[in-house]
């Protein structure tokens, strides 16, 4: 596709459940980064993939979140056991190694 | 690690008003820096990359500018319009090339 697309949009999650975010990067872009913003903030650094190797993980709020890009490409950002804290838009942006990053649209999470 | 600040944290102009938004980081050993829009509920839109080794960028009625050495950006909005009403932010890059890091925006609203 022409942009960074993700899925789902939107993702209502009951506690204690598990979700799963995808991301599909623009093609042939090396680097992948999942980012974490709550309401009224900026962005904050989750995990950064560098083709299918997780180079970064110093982000992750937890051991509740988990990142995988198997083969370079599509990655997917899941969440064990949710909390209310969880509750926040994730991004995902991928670039084609050092240079421009291109976002999508992001998935509102919302933990009830 | 990197901190980014940016003032003001909201700013009202009439329409036709130059809009000076500023940006500044505490780690100068960056690889780029880039300014983002981001519309309510939406992604984040690159508008501009300034590589390190650059003192300015532009791209219509957007200049931005950079001072590595004392750690600061600006981004310039000539002219503005209603539709430039959003978020913006800034996000240095580490040398690194591995994570963006971002202010926590300035939220501008134009008046028709």
């Known amino acids: 596709g022409a942009g960074v697309s993700q899925s789902p949009r939107y993702k209502v999650a009951k506690r204690g459940q598990d979700v799963a975010l995808r991301c599909d990067p623009i093609s042939g872009h090396v680097s992948l980064f999942w980012y974490q913003q709550a309401l009224g903030q900026g962005p904050e650094f989750l995990t950064y993939f560098q083709n299918e190797a997780q180079l970064d993980k110093s982000g992750l709020p937890s051991d509740r979140f988990f990142a995988e890009r198997p083969e370079g490409s599509v990655s997917t950002l899941k969440i064990q056991r949710t909390q209310q804290e969880d509750s926040a838009v994730y991004l995902c942006?991928?670039?084609?190694?050092?240079?421009?990053?291109?976002f999508g649209q992001g998935t509102r999470l919302t933990v009830v | 690690k990197q901190e980014v600040t940016q003032i003001p944290a909201a700013l009202s102009v009439p329409e036709g008003e130059n809009l000076v938004l500023n940006c500044s980081f505490t780690?100068?050993?960056?690889?780029?820096l880039q300014w983002f829009r981001q519309d309510p509920g939406k992604g984040l839109t690159s508008l501009l990359l300034?590589?390190?080794?650059?003192r300015e960028q532009t791209s219509g009625r957007l200049n931005a500018s950079l001072d590595k050495s004392s750690g600061r950006s600006t981004l310039y909005i000539a002219a503005s319009q209603p539709g430039d009403s959003a978020t913006y932010l800034c996000?240095?890059?580490?040398?690194?090339?591995?994570?963006?890091?971002f202010g926590g925006g300035t939220r501008v609203l134009v008046k028709p």
């Open positions: 996000a240095p890059e580490g040398a690194a090339g591995n994570k963006l890091t």
């Open positions: 300034i590589q390190s080794s650059q």
């Open positions: 780690d100068s050993a960056i690889y780029n």
């Open positions: 942006a991928s670039s084609l190694y050092k240079g421009e990053a291109f």
